[in-house]
């Protein structure tokens, strides 16, 4: 096969659609030749785009094996990035790629597994119950249910948002909230825990202020044992910035309580 | 007592993140933005903890990506826990020059579930199924796309390409299809498919304004 054919196959091999032969001589192709690797590696980033389009929690007991596996799973070296040396590393990405060197003391380094994941199910049990009509969340929730599906829905969304390659995350001064906004999905973020209740009203509410001052009225939401998720939609462009208010139950077209917490676009 | 901000970690800039919480242990890591990158380089120095932390990212996509392309929960599940043993294990080959963490965790992903789904089927037969469910109803497939992605800018996305080249990525993508058996299940000449597939997803990219 000659290198012109060769150039035809990057959609191919980015969809792993090359068998075993044609793989390995792609693979061996790119290394050499920096049209295919950057067209290679752009490709990628819009099929994870399309792969995002399907996130659905796995069962809890995956997380236990998995943890339970990397204790006693030793990594590879950083220093023989080929991919010949590891048939299981995508070589659009890995072959021929500069590795920084990593001191030994650092690689064998290895910090105590401390169970954590009471997070992800916090936030996902907080969204079920959140008044604004667009928000919703998943995570324990399971694919199949009626109940789940818009949650599913909206928490994949949420993972679209913060997975985006421009999400930028700022901390929100609202218990320990964050608001992770990202301009090419026109959506923010707020997620946190820890969140008081509302002091002044009902609900909070979240609002994207456009520079011209004007708001446009995002979702209410109450924090559940302090969590909270929350997803706001809309160009962000023209945010100046994005506040967060409490409101009267059921929320407000334009800002009525006092702003509890701010964050610049 | 919380430990840590709940989702701190995102890819982007490197922008201020979080307030630290007291805990003295987490608080060096949440004073500063933890990207998804970033929490990858600290697992390929073999910190368990980064690892616990980026586990909650990349599941649900990971399991996903898998069940989709297996169609069976234990299957996938199987094979996510490879992928994530994988990540773990490959770490310290990660080159955050050559794509963003997710990619590159989602492109093992994808090659583990279509060497599964090659392995656990019979070519012939799952050749002959799909072939059969286009002869019933040629939306099935056509549609899957839309379904799925549901955000504006990947439905104008979509928009662009031609019915030839949704039905070749989504076999390619979905099916886990060889090329060959693209052009065979779409009665093209196999140059057509591998012309389709590409250009496809250079259109997919471009609309989307991603990776470039």
Known sequence: MNELNLHALTGAYVLDALDGSERERFEAHLPDCTECRDEVSTLREAVTAMALGDVTAPAARLQAAVLAEIVRTPQVGPDVATAAADADAPAGIIAGATVTPIPTAAVVRRAPVVPAWRRWPAVAAAAAVLVGGVVTGGGVLYRGQQASIRAEATHDRMMRIVSAPDAVSHALDLGAAHVVMSGAMSAAVVMGENVPMPEHGAVYQVWMVHADGTAAAGPTFRPDSGAVMAIAEGDLSAVREITVTEEPMGGSTSPTGPVVARVAR | ?212
């Open chain 2, 1 to 212: 007592m919380p430990e840590e901000p709940l989702l701190r970690v995102v890819r982007g800039h490197g922008t201020a993140d979080g307030p630290a919480h007291g805990d003295a242990a987490a608080a060096p890591r949440a004073s500063a933005t933890a990207t998804a990158a970033a929490l990858l380089a600290e697992v390929a120095r073999g910190s368990s903890v980064a690892f616990e932390e980026l586990y909650p990212l990349i599941a649900g996509p990971i399991y996903g990506l898998a069940l989709r392309v297996l169609r069976n929960p234990g299957l996938a599940e199987d094979v996510s826990q490879d992928v994530l043993v994988d990540v773990w294990r490959l770490a310290p080959r990660f080159d955050r020059s050559r794509g963003s963490a997710m990619t590159w965790i989602l492109t093992i992903a994808h090659r583990r579930s279509v060497d599964r789904v090659r392995r656990e089927q019979s070519q012939v037969d799952r050749t002959a199924r799909v072939a059969a469910e286009r002869e019933q109803d040629h939306d099935v497939v056509v549609g899957e796309l839309e379904r799925t992605w549901d955000t504006a800018v990947v439905r104008r996305a979509l928009t662009t390409l031609t019915g030839l080249q949704r039905e070749a990525i989504e076999l390619a993508f979905y099916q886990g299809y060889t090329h060959d058996q693209v052009s065979a299940v779409l009665d093209v000449p196999l140059g057509t498919a591998k012309t389709r597939i590409r250009d496809g997803l250079i259109r997919l990219r471009d609309a989307m304004g991603v990776g470039t």
